[in-house]
DNA sequence: CCTGTGTGTGAACGCTTTGTGAACGGGAAG
DNA sequence: CTTCCCGTTCACAAAGCGTTCACACACAGG
């Protein structure tokens, strides 16, 4: 097996004892420089992230990840009680995650649950709404079965909003998202690029994205019509 | 929101605390016959099961819930320490888990979490006065279940209105809090957005937003009244 | 009943926001 | 280096909607 990509180097002695007593070989890294430097010839299996001591280093590998062209799939992440309550809008970035104190067994449990899903039996993930699918590991993209040829853009802007479908996103909000945080441009580029999926949804499908005029653009109904 | 299953009946003190403290509703079922019986009209959102008091029983349920035709698919299992190893090859048939005893926040987290990736999202925050509902994530509006079409002022003014049940308002001090504090404009303005809500909200609930005559306007029944 | 103040109503104006077409420029592939 | 692709930006057109005005009506006091 490949080695897991581990950060910070070194981890917490913690870590390395649980990933050791587990089984798993690791390699931690240190910067995102290490992210590539150090990958295997396979890529890296999966990644297990602290973010008690660099909270912000943390988050910053787990964007490059999550942005990277690297399917690195299972992301656990390690944090703090007390970091538990600024998890809310980091959702995106990490797909379990354990806190600190860790549990006898519950970094091995969780690895291997991670696995599990992630695994080859189970079915790719797929971020879907009606007739649209989005097939996260391939890039592809479906309208009533019929393929999309999408931009790499129009991709990740796509599916951020059909991840949160109903919810409405200024565009500001959708620029920090969707094309990074650091981001400074027009906020008209979100305007173009809505026009262009909604040109290649096609018409009938155009409505799935919704202006809100003076607030932004929303995906889809809301389904709280309950 | 439908309250949560939640398994045993009645479940451990730590969850009901957890989930009354995180605000999730819940139900809880002592037995899959319960499961039907005790279902919400749209079905359960999600489930969290404790299989520490009655192991056998909490897995069957389980394997019902996956097997049967409700897709119910954020499944919580609450585990104690020493069953962590045992739950290799039931990977299936929970999404997520914790290990008592309970961090501090970590249900929730672990919630909000799963809503996150099932996409349902957290719950959404509304703003309620009977049958009027307004979505502030969706920007969207209903009375009576049936979705207003408002245009951004009114959806705004409608939003403070209805946050200050009872209360009047001068036409200047709503043109301050909704309009904006550095604003200068006639203060009629308010009543055209008075009445074309009125106008949308319906015959019917038009009273909702009554004149004080020489005072302003007053959303909902006045305090003094019983 | 008469009068004045305050509010409801309809329509028109004009600004702001968004849609649209096209061009620019950087980066990757050949 | 050349070429193509695609993200970004600009300028203009179109639509939406907030604001204002003029007038009609309701209510209270004398």
């Known amino acids: 097996m490949e080695p897991l990509l581990v950060f910070p180097d070194p981890p917490p002695p913690v870590l390395s004892q649980g990933l050791d007593l587990g089984g798993y070989p690791w390699t931690g890294v240190g910067s995102e420089a290490d992210v590539d430097r150090l990958e295997p010839t396979d890529g ?135 094309w990074g945080y650091e981001y400074y441009g027009g906020a008209r580029t979100v305007d173009v690029h809505v026009r262009r999926l909604r040109a290649k949804l096609g018409e009938e499908h155009a409505g799935l994205i919704q202006t809100v005029r003076s607030v932004g653009y929303r995906f889809g109904q809301s389904r709280w019509m309950a």
């Open 44 to 178: 890296w299996p999966g990644a297990v992230i602290v973010a008690v001591t660099d909270p912000e280093g943390a988050l910053a590998l787990c964007r490059a990840i999550r942005k990277g062209d690297i399917p690195l799939e299972p992301v656990l992440l390690i944090v703090s009680s007390e970091q538990l309550p600024g998890l809310d809008l980091r959702e995106d970035l990490f797909d379990d995650f354990c806190v600190l104190p860790l549990q006898a067994g519950e970094l091995d449990a969780r690895l291997k649950h991670l696995f599990h899903k992630t695994g080859r039996g189970t079915r790719p993930e797929l971020v879907e709404y009606g007739e649209l699918a989005l097939n996260l590991e391939t890039y592809q993209a479906a309208i009533s079965g019929k393929p999309l040829d999408l931009t790499y853009m129009e991709y990740e802007l796509l599916k951020f909003l059909a991840s949160h479908p109903g919810k409405v996103f200024t565009r500001e909000t959708l620029l920090s998202r969707v």
